[in-house]
């Protein structure tokens, strides 16, 4: 199997930087989906060619990604590959596995709990999967998979309750008179 190369280290590419200060670095939302994007079409180019279970109907795509609502360090959202649609879990500073590859824990994700299992890359950083759909085969074009990915997060995505309604305000002259709304019309 070929080994990955590192992603560029160009800052104005948004890429990850190295050394030292590559665990603490913190990213935007949106450079990191967009280092997400970059590690798995490398691993689509340098390591699924010709494999079998890749669709070539598909290509990578980020659906959905936001901060975590219980978890502001954590991105959330749906990876579509042209080998899996997963719920990934990324934080939002690329931090190193702490022996957690592997392994599986329970996050809240939207309004559900699911089972993630940890990965790493040197050039990504530890992140967290929940396998939605495993092969691809039954996504024809890249539109339904991204159509299935929209519901995925529309269904987990806590919908607000509707504002209470305000309390009833007497008008000024029951109140500075010491009558509630309902002896207001009644004569005294």
Same mark, same amino acid.
């Given at each position: 199997?070929?080994?990955? %190369?590192? /992603? ?20 935007? /939302?949106?450079? %990191? ?14 390591? $699924? ?10 290509? @990578? ?5 936001? @901060?975590?609502? &219980? #978890?502001?360090? @954590?991105?959330?959202?749906?990876? +579509?590959?042209?080998?899996? $649609? &997963?719920?990934? %879990? ?9 022996? !957690? ?13 699911? #089972?993630? +299992? ?5 050039? !990504? ?6 396998? /939605?759909?495993?092969? $691809? &085969? ?5 539109? /339904? ?7 995925? $997060? ?18 000024? %002259? ?15």
């Amino acid at each position: 199997m070929n080994t990955l %190369r590192p /992603l560029s280290q160009t800052p104005s590419e948004n890429r990850l930087p190295s050394g030292p200060a590559a665990g603490t670095a913190r990213w935007t /939302l949106d450079e %990191r989906v967009q280092h997400l994007l970059d590690f798995y079409r490398l691993v689509e180019t340098e390591r $699924m060619q010709g494999i079998p279970i890749l669709n070539p109907a598909l290509s @990578v795509e980020a659906v959905g990604f936001r @901060v975590a609502s &219980n #978890e502001a360090a @954590v991105a959330e959202g749906v990876l +579509i590959t042209p080998w899996f $649609m &997963n719920l990934v %879990r990324l934080p939002l500073s690329v931090e190193g596995h702490a022996g !957690l590859v592997g392994r599986k824990r329970v996050h809240v994700f939207g309004t559900e709990r699911f #089972e993630f +299992i940890g990965a790493h890359d040197p050039s !990504l950083g530890f992140h967290e999967s929940c396998a /939605l759909f495993s092969p $691809m &085969n039954d996504f024809g074009h890249q539109a /339904l998979a991204r159509e299935t990915a929209q519901e995925v $997060m529309s269904a987990l995505t806590p919908v607000d309750a509707p504002p209470a309604p305000a309390p009833e305000v007497p008008p000024r %002259r029951a109140f500075l008179f010491g009558r509630s709304g309902a002896t207001q019309g009644r004569a005294s």
